[in-house]
């Protein structure tokens, strides 16, 4: 069973830039395809991004496409979330997750993931 832990979320102002890290151990990391979640007060939790086993193939929320960009590097069992021109509405928790098993078809849902880290608080001032 995987273990994940995010990190470098904070406080930034509208327009500045935050590097999410998620880190994991136990499993085996490259046989996982992650993603990136988050939850605003009040809100339910929404899909932000997913990367697949290899790296290869990403897919983004419509809400932050072309201002995120997810990554890994498998060699460090570590996941990535590029936070770019940062919005006020991009306030929430961050939380990364795992699945093994699904299609990619399926991973782009948001749906299926089994593993989730505890979170980290992001902050964007108007």
């Known amino acids: 069973q995987v273990r994940l832990v995010e990190s470098g979320g904070g406080l930034v102002q509208a327009g500045g830039s935050l590097r999410l890290s998620c880190t994991a151990s136990?499993?085996?990391?490259?046989?996982?395809?992650l993603g990136w979640f988050r939850q605003a007060p009040g809100k339910e939790r929404e899909f932000v991004a997913a990367?697949?086993?290899?790296?290869?193939?990403?897919h983004d929320a419509d809400s932050v496409k072309g201002r995120f960009t997810i990554s890994r590097d498998n060699a460090k069992n570590t996941v990535y979330l590029q936070m770019n021109s940062l919005k006020p509405e991009d306030t929430a928790v961050y939380y990364c997750?795992?699945?093994?098993?699904?299609?990619?078809?399926?991973?782009?849902?948001?749906?299926?993931?089994?593993?989730w880290g505890q979170g980290t608080q992001v902050t964007v001032s108007s």
């Open positions: 990367i697949s086993r290899s790296g290869r193939s990403t």
């Open positions: 136990g499993g085996t990391f490259s046989s996982y395809n």
């Open positions: 997750a795992a699945e093994g098993s699904s299609r990619w078809s399926t991973v782009v849902t948001g749906t299926k993931f089994d593993y």
